[in-house]
C-alpha cells in the first residue's frame, strides 16, 4: 500500500522559534511555586509554637 501523500495546499508548521508566552508561563509556574513554599514556611513555623508544649 504506497503511503499517502501531503496536501498540495496543506501549510507546513511554522518554525518555532523561543516563544514569549513559554517564558511568561514558566515564570507564572515559578512564582506560584514561590509563594505555596513560603506559605508553607509559614505554617510550619506556627505550627511548632503551638504544638512545642513539651
Known sequence: MPPKKARKN???????????????????????GDKLNFRQKILNLISKFFHSGT
Not at 511568561?24 to 512564582?31: D, F, L, N, V
Request: proline content about 13%; glycine content about 0%; aromatic content about 0%.
Open 10 to 32: 496543506a501549510q507546513p508548521s511554522p518554525t518555532r522559534a523561543p516563544a514569549e508566552a513559554e517564558v511568561e508561563c514558566a515564570m507564572q509556574i515559578r512564582r506560584i
